[in-house]
């Protein structure tokens, strides 16, 4: 059960001029589910995207990078069930085979499609069973088909991740809907494991490409669930150009709340992942101020992020909160520019507690305001490294049972 | 319950001359319970050691730090429960009361005494109670102690970790005997949270100190069980000089077999850490080979080693084996240099089973050959980077309920 989240009703996705999206039960690795989404984009559209730097990456990452490489793309094509991960020649084959089947059917290039594949690794895609399935997945488009593609492109998750509003008014009027999916394997490193969102401002292709990177860095890579950087993280923006907001320059009129809008959805979709964590019961935001940089702060973050031992002290509401103080003091691991860390400058908070100051317990600190802080299903960790200006913030999840349970019955 | 470990029987434990160690109740954290540890050593003794590098680290290694800074080191107190770990000023003056306290017990100064804690940090230590128990943990002190004392420093262990052999003849003859304790906060940096070992033999400081810093490498610091580098790790090596073997150069005879032999102690110290590690059900030796450095080597150890992925899909004996090429992939988070893996040349092996090649599944490779792989208690994953010579080995277990379990309830 995801931690205070619910996917949006179906009308409350407001559709995108110039997308349709459509599902089919193509058979990928089990029957009877939804396991191909189709997404059209109107001619004109231009699309933008960030992906895994894993060295590992899936064959349909490879195949996108290169199809990026010119604009035109006209469809994205997505398979659960199987990631083409760990696939070699084979892999990149399969990948490529799909695009030039869907691109057949429906009278493009083949490198004007878009891959995407999210399931097992090292095991074959069944490109036959994807390529029969496109016919019923492309009779299914729809403009206002977000609702059902966020749930077919769904593995361990327990629910659909979308979100969608409208910004502006007027000449800068935009609407911005997306959807993800991911519940583990996440920490994404340029994205996330599959990310999509789509709006109907013309946007020029130099400020997607910034703002694909800029959403990303704010959302999806601030996100960690169990530290493992999936091989097949994509996350793609499309602006159709087919509504009234034109934004060609970064001075346009509205170009900022757009922007701001196309950040906070993206957030949205980032944070209802680690909501919706593998055997996630917690919520937790981990905001370090005090650093250098913002890649400290982030080292900091992700050294409390990724500590089992302080996430089965969430799932525990135990405050046991000197496991938080030591994954601080390793986080030079991350980055070794945190070698010099001074531990009496650094204080520890949770929720409004202040927990540790001056190297050890804060004087004013009493376990009952711990316990107490430790039992809300949202917690905030706040930590002040004392030696700059900089922040960033980590979101993620406590650890339970559960994970190990998801994690060692998936694939059975 | 560890996996193929038992603790040896005490007249397996061969006593070190010059030293005698001694246990007590003290009741530092709980009653009934052998918490409080002492090692007496004869005048003349050298003594070495390696710590944590968290930059929170424990007050007691603070001492330590200050105390090795002159020769003379005539006595170690170790307790269990409290850490001593995040309590500022008031934990160093703890550390520094309980030396002084022993110290004039013993007709010594506190800055021959060298003090040690294990267990929850962030709490204060009950330095009245440590020092109440030191006259019966005295009295206690006999040359057979180490199979007692490697009982009282445990902590979540199950079993008490202790190794000793004798090693060398005639001239070269020499007794090394050693204990450890460590089952959860396991990614040493430098050492494990525990581990003392003691020869007989006599070693000048400067190749004492040398040796204390190569077995740590070999052994300690290639272990890991949750990733989280402690706050209080201390690996200390004592050379009593009160036997036959006397190494004063690197080229005194015996010397190569009596280092190896040092090494071999703490590397069986270091894996019984690993078998008895929080919730393990499995022993896993990750051996990196075809690395440009060790150091990247143990980069991708490391990261299948602390993968929450691979250590469940272990726990369910899944051959879940595209987990282990994620991992692989982004463990460049570890060490940048492997940004520029090619992973076409990789290779990867579970047992003698060859799963991974040229970027994907082994021509050779069977679902069935990789579940039978999956299923002993000890299992080799074998990488093989195909850029370099070098190479490294990384011990760990697998992730199972228990360990949620363990850590949801440690304090309580």
């Not at 990948?95 to 097992?120: E, H, I, N, W």
């Not at 996440?186 to 130099?206: E, H, K, V, Y």
């Not at 930590?383 to 999840?397: E, M, P």
Request: net charge neutral; glycine share 10%.
């Amino acid at each position: 059960m995801p931690v205070n989240y619910a996917t949006p009703a179906a009308d409350q996705l407001f559709p995108v001029a110039g997308v349709r999206l459509g599902v089919a039960e193509a058979g990928i690795r089990k029957l009877n589910r939804r396991d191909l989404t189709l997404i059209e984009l109107a001619p004109g559209s231009r699309v933008a995207g960030v992906f895994t730097k894993n060295r590992f990456c899936a064959a349909p990452v490879h195949v996108c990078r290169e199809h990026l490489q010119q604009e035109g793309i006209r469809a994205l094509v997505i398979n659960t069930g199987i990631a083409n991960a760990g696939t070699g020649e084979p892999g990149l084959d399969a990948a490529r085979q799909s695009c030039a089947a869907l691109a057949k059917l429906m009278d493009l290039r083949a490198d004007q499609v878009l891959p995407f594949s999210t399931g097992v690794i090292l095991e074959p895609l069944p490109v036959e069973r994807l390529k029969a399935g496109l016919p019923a997945a492309l009779s299914a488009l729809k403009a206002d088909g977000w609702h059902d593609a966020a749930h077919a492109i769904m593995t361990t998750d327990t629910v659909a991740k979308a979100a969608s509003r409208k910004v502006g008014a007027g000449g800068t009027a935009a609407t911005i809907t997306g959807m993800a999916k991911g519940a583990g394997m996440i920490r994404p490193n340029m994205a996330t494991m599959l990310g999509f969102m789509a709006t109907d401002a013309a946007i020029s292709q130099p400020m997607l490409e910034r703002l694909v990177k800029e959403a990303a860095d704010e959302s999806f890579n601030c996100i960690t669930i169990d530290g493992d950087t999936s091989t097949n993280d994509s996350f793609i923006l499309i602006a159709t150009g087919q509504g009234t907001a034109k934004f060609e320059s970064i001075t346009a009129p509205g170009w900022d709340e757009f922007k701001q809008s196309v950040i906070a959805v993206a957030r949205e979709l980032a944070q209802a992942i680690v909501r919706d964590g593998e055997g996630a019961t917690k919520y937790i935001e981990i905001a370090v101020a005090g650093g250098r940089s913002v890649a400290e702060c982030k080292a900091v973050g992700y050294a409390i992020g990724h500590s089992p031992l302080v996430k089965t002290a969430f799932f525990a509401s135990d405050p046991n909160l000197g496991r938080i103080l030591a994954a601080i003091g390793y986080a030079w691991n991350n980055d070794p520019g945190l070698a010099d860390l001074d531990d009496t400058k650094v204080k520890v908070w949770l929720g409004d507690t202040l927990v540790a100051e001056n190297g050890g317990r804060a004087a004013s600190y009493r376990e009952e305001d711990g316990a107490a802080a430790m039992k809300p299903a949202e917690i905030r960790v706040r930590v002040d490294l004392g030696r700059g200006s900089q922040s960033a913030n980590v979101w993620t999840c406590d650890f339970s049972y559960d994970y190990v349970k998801i994690n060692a019955d998936y694939r059975s």
